[in-house]
C-alpha cells in the first residue's frame, strides 16, 4: 500500500492479523521479575515496513476513549525534510490500531512526527478531543511565539478515533531566560503530564535550548567535519493551563560537572509523577552516555541535584503505571526497557529488547521471513551503555509508549498493559536497504507489569 503523498516505489504494508493474536499462553511469554513483582512481554506485531525510504522512530502514540490506538512513524531523514510532496520537516506515516496494537492499517502520510498528544476537555463524557502539536520547526532565538503545526483528532467509543482538522497556530512561550540564538530553541521534547489534584487542570512539558549566557562547554562531536558546539543544553519545564496553547516558564537545569563534557547537554527529556506526588525527570546527554535524573516536590518550580541512573541512553520514555510501578523504555545502543517497581525512581530493573524481541518473534507477529528481521548478536548482548552496538545501528531507539488500561480497576490492583513501539533497521541513518536487509520496520509490543 502506497501511503498519501509519496511517491513510488515506496513499500510500506498493511498487516492485518486476527483478534485472537492478544491471548497468549505461557509458552509465547517471556517473564522477568517474581510472582509479585513481574514484567512480562508479548509477542511483537510488525506494524508496517518501507523498502525505499526511512521507515523509524514511533516515538508518538496516543489513545482514543474507545481504545483506538495512533501511531506516528517518521519518513525523512534525521532533522531532513521528507519526500517530495511531504511536509517540510518531519513527515511521518500515521497508522490506527482497534484492538490493542494486535494489528495496525495505515491512515494518513506525511504529516508531522515527532509530536506532543495533548487530551483537551470535551463536555461529552463518551467523547474526547485530542491536540498534537508538532514543535519540531519551532523558530531560533528568544522564545515568543511560534507558529505551530498541530493537527486534531476526535474521538468516541462509538465512532473510534478520527483527524478532523489540521492548522498551523501561534503557542505562545513566556517567562523563558533568554536563548541563545544559533540553535533552535526551546524544543519540544519527551512528553506531557497532568498534575493530579491540581485547579486549575495543569500540563507541566519539557523542552530543552542553550541559554544564551551558558558558561559551561560541550563538545559531542570529534573531528574535522564535527559542526561548533557553542555550550551546554539545558532541560526547561514550564506549565500550560490551556491544554498547550501557551507555556509559562516555571525551571530549568543545567548541566553540572560529574557529566560527560563529550555531550550535547541535557536535551531529551521525560516526565512523570510519582504516586507520592513528586515529579521525576529524565534527560539524555548524549547516546552511549547514561541518562540522569531529578526530583521536584513543588511541580516543576524547582529541581533536585541531577543524578546518574543505569539507564541510557536517547529520547527516553517515562510513565508511572495505576498499580505505582514506573517504567522507562530508551536505548542506543540496543533497545531497554526498564521497570522501577517501588515506583520511587531508584533501582531499575533492566530488560534488553533485542533479545526479548529475537525470543518472541513469531509467524503471527506479520513477518514473512522472521530471520530478516532479528537483530544481531551485538545488538542482543547489551547490558550497559558501554556495550557496542552495531554499525550501521539496528535501531535508532526513539521508542513509543502509550499505557492501555490506565482506568482499569485490575491495574491499579496490580497487573498494568502498556503498549512500546520500536524500529529496526536496515542500514541505520542512511535508509533501506542495507548490511541489515532490504526494509526498515517498525514493531510494536505490549508489556504487562505486577508490582
Given at each position: 500500500?502506497?501511503?498519501?503523498?509519496?511517491?513510488?516505489?515506496?513499500?510500506?504494508?498493511?498487516?492485518?492479523?486476527?483478534?485472537?493474536?492478544?491471548?497468549?499462553?505461557?509458552?509465547?511469554?517471556?517473564?522477568?521479575?517474581?510472582?509479585?513483582?513481574?514484567?512480562?512481554?508479548?509477542?511483537?506485531?510488525?506494524?508496517?515496513?518501507?523498502?525505499?525510504?526511512?521507515?523509524?522512530?514511533?516515538?508518538?502514540?496516543?489513545?482514543?476513549?474507545?481504545?483506538?490506538?495512533?501511531?506516528?512513524?517518521?519518513?525523512?531523514?534525521?532533522?531532513?525534510?521528507?519526500?517530495?510532496?511531504?511536509?517540510?520537516?518531519?513527515?511521518?506515516?500515521?497508522?490506527?490500531?482497534?484492538?490493542?496494537?494486535?494489528?495496525?492499517?495505515?491512515?494518513?502520510?506525511?504529516?508531522?512526527?515527532?509530536?506532543?498528544?495533548?487530551?483537551?476537555?470535551?463536555?461529552?463524557?463518551?467523547?474526547?478531543?485530542?491536540?498534537?502539536?508538532?514543535?519540531?520547526?519551532?523558530?531560533?532565538?528568544?522564545?515568543?511565539?511560534?507558529?505551530?503545526?498541530?493537527?486534531?483528532?476526535?474521538?468516541?467509543?462509538?465512532?473510534?478515533?478520527?483527524?478532523?482538522?489540521?492548522?498551523?497556530?501561534?503557542?505562545?512561550?513566556?517567562?523563558?531566560?533568554?536563548?541563545?540564538?544559533?540553535?533552535?530553541?526551546?524544543?519540544?521534547?519527551?512528553?506531557?503530564?497532568l498534575l493530579a489534584g491540581v485547579s486549575p487542570p495543569t500540563n507541566i512539558g519539557t523542552f530543552y535550548g542553550l541559554?544564551?549566557?551558558?558558561?559551561?562547554?560541550?563538545?559531542?562531536?570529534?573531528?574535522?567535519?564535527?559542526?561548533?558546539?557553542?555550550?551546554?543544553?539545558?532541560?526547561?519545564?514550564?506549565?500550560?493551563?490551556?491544554?498547550?496553547?501557551?507555556?509559562?516558564?516555571?525551571?530549568?537545569?543545567?548541566?553540572?560537572?560529574?557529566?560527560?563534557?563529550?555531550?550535547?547537554?541535557?536535551?531529551?527529556?521525560?516526565?512523570?509523577?510519582?504516586?507520592?506526588?513528586?515529579?521525576?525527570?529524565?534527560?539524555?546527554?548524549?547516546?552511549?552516555?547514561?541518562?540522569?535524573?531529578?526530583?521536584?516536590?513543588?511541580?516543576?518550580?524547582?529541581?533536585?541535584?541531577?543524578?546518574?541512573?543505569?539507564?541510557?541512553?536517547?529520547?527516553?520514555?517515562?510513565?508511572?503505571?495505576?498499580?505505582?510501578?514506573?517504567?522507562?523504555?530508551?536505548?542506543?545502543?540496543?533497545?531497554?526497557?526498564?521497570?522501577?517497581?517501588?515506583?520511587?525512581?531508584?533501582?531499575?530493573?533492566?530488560?534488553?529488547?533485542?533479545?526479548?524481541?529475537?525470543?518472541?518473534?513469531?509467524?503471527?507477529?506479520?513477518?514473512?521471513?522472521?530471520?530478516?528481521?532479528?537483530?544481531?548478536?551485538?545488538?542482543?548482548?547489551?547490558?550497559?551503555?558501554?556495550?557496542?552496538?552495531?554499525?550501521?545501528?539496528?535501531?535508532?531507539?526513539?521508542?513509543?509508549?502509550?499505557?492501555?488500561?490506565?482506568?482499569?480497576?485490575?491495574?491499579?490492583?496490580?497487573?498494568?498493559?502498556?503498549?512500546?513501539?520500536?524500529?529496526?533497521?536496515?542500514?541505520?541513518?542512511?535508509?533501506?536497504?542495507?548490511?541489515?536487509?532490504?526494509?526498515?520496520?517498525?514493531?510494536?509490543?505490549?508489556v504487562t507489569v505486577t508490582a
Amino acid at each position: 500500500m502506497i501511503a498519501a503523498g509519496v511517491a513510488a516505489p515506496i513499500l510500506l504494508r498493511r498487516v492485518a492479523l486476527p483478534r485472537l493474536h492478544l491471548v497468549f499462553t505461557a509458552a509465547v511469554l517471556l517473564s522477568v521479575g517474581s510472582a509479585e513483582r513481574s514484567t512480562r512481554f508479548h509477542p511483537p506485531t510488525l506494524v508496517g515496513e518501507s523498502n525505499w525510504s526511512h521507515f523509524w522512530m514511533p516515538a508518538t502514540i496516543f489513545k482514543g476513549v474507545g481504545g483506538d490506538l495512533i501511531m506516528s512513524i517518521d519518513l525523512a531523514g534525521d532533522g531532513k525534510p521528507c519526500p517530495p510532496p511531504g511536509h517540510p520537516q518531519n513527515c511521518s506515516a500515521l497508522y490506527r490500531s482497534s484492538n490493542g496494537g494486535a494489528s495496525w492499517a495505515i491512515v494518513y502520510g506525511n504529516i508531522p512526527g515527532m509530536a506532543l498528544p495533548i487530551p483537551q476537555p470535551t463536555s461529552r463524557p463518551d467523547a474526547a478531543e485530542t491536540r498534537v502539536y508538532n514543535f519540531a520547526s519551532t523558530a531560533t532565538g528568544h522564545p515568543g511565539s511560534f507558529s505551530i503545526f498541530s493537527s486534531v483528532w476526535q474521538d468516541s467509543a462509538a465512532a473510534g478515533i478520527q483527524r478532523v482538522d489540521a492548522e498551523s497556530i501561534d503557542v505562545s512561550m513566556t517567562g523563558f531566560p533568554p536563548m541563545a540564538g544559533t540553535k533552535s530553541g526551546p524544543a519540544a521534547s519527551g512528553n506531557v503530564v497532568l498534575l493530579a489534584g491540581v485547579s486549575p487542570p495543569t500540563n507541566i512539558g519539557t523542552f530543552y535550548g542553550l541559554l544564551r549566557n551558558s558558561s559551561h562547554s560541550c563538545h559531542p562531536y570529534e573531528g574535522a567535519s564535527a559542526p561548533p558546539w557553542p555550550g551546554c543544553d539545558s532541560a526547561f519545564f514550564a506549565a500550560s493551563t490551556d491544554y498547550g496553547r501557551s507555556w509559562a516558564y516555571r525551571s530549568h537545569i543545567d548541566w553540572i560537572p560529574p557529566m560527560s563534557t563529550k555531550a550535547e547537554g541535557l536535551t531529551e527529556s521525560s516526565i512523570t509523577q510519582l504516586r507520592n506526588g513528586m515529579l521525576l525527570s529524565v534527560f539524555r546527554l548524549q547516546c552511549n552516555l547514561p541518562l540522569y535524573k531529578a526530583f521536584s516536590t513543588d511541580h516543576a518550580r524547582s529541581w533536585s541535584t541531577p543524578e546518574r541512573t543505569n539507564t541510557w541512553a536517547v529520547y527516553p520514555q517515562l510513565r508511572t503505571l495505576p498499580n505505582g510501578a514506573v517504567v522507562l523504555a530508551s536505548g542506543r545502543p540496543g533497545l531497554g526497557f526498564w521497570t522501577n517497581y517501588a515506583g520511587d525512581g531508584v533501582e531499575w530493573e533492566f530488560h534488553n529488547l533485542c533479545a526479548v524481541h529475537n525470543q518472541l518473534l513469531e509467524p503471527s507477529s506479520g513477518v514473512q521471513n522472521r530471520s530478516a528481521y532479528l537483530y544481531q548478536p551485538t545488538e542482543v548482548s547489551v547490558q550497559n551503555c558501554s556495550s557496542p552496538g552495531t554499525w550501521p545501528p539496528q535501531t535508532k531507539a526513539y521508542l513509543g509508549m502509550v499505557l492501555l488500561d490506565e482506568t482499569e480497576p485490575s491495574c491499579r490492583g496490580g497487573s498494568c498493559d502498556l503498549l512500546i513501539a520500536y524500529d529496526r533497521l536496515a542500514n541505520g541513518n542512511s535508509g533501506p536497504p542495507g548490511p541489515w536487509g532490504q526494509v526498515d520496520a517498525v514493531f510494536s509490543m505490549r508489556v504487562t507489569v505486577t508490582a
